[in-house]
């Protein structure tokens, strides 16, 4: 069978220190980290490089720098020849995705971003919450097991046996107990800032969709899968129309390999820092993965020749 690959963009999670040192040399990155920096009123260069990890996993410093994380390396492959079926992101990834597809520029896309982190990082702030990974159940199930249970929802669907929930402290305590009782092979709490991808987001969401409202989107040169509908699409509108609800949404990322394949696509191919999808991908019958960090972009490259 003839290889063909799909590209895939990693969101909040992938994130850590170091993350600019290996990127492929663009001309126009300098000016984008500058932009990112101007927008975000942070010094994302110096917190990309040294850190702590807890002003890295702050949402208004990860979302722009992984946004241009992302971009840089899924353009890069793009001109080195990557011809994709598709492109999904996971998240944060979509907008990456999206630019990369020519929904909107870099730079509109940037700005989109840097406003998401900063509402989203103020819902965070004002309905604190929490996010839980639970291995060991499918999604469909860990849904059942939670519907009775006040202030918790299903968050991602990452994969066959992987699920995140996310809600209020109470909620997700109570879901953790209810789903340890079910057979849950192992859960563990996530370090995020927020309940997000819950309905518990609405007022980013809300703000959010303004925003939308007034950006300039383009129908898209390559096929999208989004988060809140992973069925492919280059319609300008209908992607607005899917982004508008993807903040308090589930991420349905099985859904989305599986529609990948369904595709044609035989590899996926993650363009960002670290491996996460490349790992969900395994998990995922049908599927093989690569992913550009582990063996930098010549290998990456070498591998889809």
Do not use: C
């Amino acid at each position: 069978m003839a290889v063909a690959h799909a590209l895939v963009l990693p969101g909040q999670g992938s994130q850590r220190v170091g993350m600019l040192e290996r990127l492929p040399e663009l001309d126009s990155l300098d000016r984008l980290l500058d932009a990112a920096e101007a927008l975000s009123d942070l010094r994302l260069r110096h917190i990309a490089a040294e850190g702590p990890d807890e002003a890295l996993a702050d949402t208004r410093a990860t979302q722009p720098l992984l946004f241009l994380t992302d971009w840089a390396w899924g353009s890069t492959l793009l001109a080195a020849g990557l011809q994709p079926v598709a492109v999904a992101g996971h998240s944060l990834g979509e907008f990456a995705a999206l630019a990369i597809a020519g929904a909107f520029s870099v730079e509109a896309g940037l700005e989109l971003v840097t406003e998401r982190a900063r509402l989203m990082s103020t819902a965070a702030a004002a309905t604190p919450g929490a996010m839980s990974a639970v291995l060991g159940l499918e999604g469909s199930d860990v849904a059942d097991l939670i519907a009775g249970i006040s202030g918790v929802w299903v968050a991602n669907d990452n994969a066959p046996g992987q699920v995140v929930i996310s809600g209020t402290h109470e909620g997700v305590e109570a879901a953790t107990a209810a789903l340890s009782g079910a057979g849950a092979r192992r859960i563990i709490p996530l370090a995020v800032a927020g309940p997000f991808h819950s309905p518990l987001m609405a007022p980013a969401a809300d703000a959010f969709a303004q925003i939308l409202d007034a950006a300039a989107f383009s129908d898209t040169t390559i096929p999208v899968l989004q988060n809140t509908d992973p069925t492919p699409t280059r319609d300008a509108r209908t992607i607005v129309s899917r982004l508008k609800t993807q903040i308090t949404s589930p991420v349905r990322w099985t859904e989305t390999m599986y529609g990948l394949r369904d595709m044609g696509a035989t590899t996926l191919v993650e363009a960002g820092p670290g491996a996460v999808l490349k790992g969900l991908a395994r998990r995922t019958e049908g599927l093989k993965a690569i992913a550009v960090e582990d063996g930098g972009l010549g290998s990456v490259i070498e591998e889809l020749s």
